[in-house]
């Protein structure tokens, strides 16, 4: 920090008369004393000028038409575009790029434009195998519901038998004696009963729901 540190001027360098005058070089006075002076720059003469009788050698010329073959290579030529190409939107000079700016048909002009995306695709077959699972799962079940369910023969069938059983065992109430004195004629009593209130649930529960289904455990039929 502070002012700079300068060498001081020794006294005996001080300014002289005319030192700061600019000198220029004295023209010559013809071509031959600028040549003897040495106006080449380098001390050495330059060679003298061709005579009209001297041959000298020109360089060959092609046939080849240049202004042809400059025209095809332009024509034939890739355009070349500018990695990130910028107008001007504003009398300011407000510069932006093409491309930021949504001025370009940058995804218009993408091979994939206009088609499905390769997820979507995968996304459908995956859901259609599902459903595909889906509709297997429902027949099946379905099957196996059809396969347990009784048909009309065996509806029938099996209602007629436990009619039958009912004449039967309501037959063998009636012979019952009306007197149960004893425990033996109580507890027949009792059991004779209650298979015919068992019967006649069963009778009701066949002619009240046509459709019946079986299954070993009524838990897990659907």
Known sequence: MGEAETAQPQPENFLRKKTRDVKFQQRAKSARAHRDKGGAGDGQRRPPVPRVTDHVAT????????????????????????????????????????????????????????????YLSRYKKEREAEEAKWEAEKRAEAERIEAMRLSDAERESILTGLKTNWSEVHHQYQKLSLLTDTLPKKLK????????????KFVSLIE???????ADNPYQVF
């Open 208 to 214: 009240k729901h046509p459709i019946i289904i079986v």
């Open 189 to 200: 009593r009792e059991q004779i009963e209650s298979q015919l209130d068992q019967l006649e």
């Open 59 to 118: 360089p060959l010329r092609h046939r080849r038409n240049f202004l042809v073959k400059n025209a095809l290579d332009v024509m034939t030529a890739e355009v070349e575009e500018a990695e990130d190409p910028r107008f001007v939107d504003s009398v300011d000079g407000h510069v932006q790029s093409i491309k930021a700016s949504g001025m370009a048909p940058v995804y218009a002009a993408q091979k994939t434009f206009g088609r499905v995306p390769q």
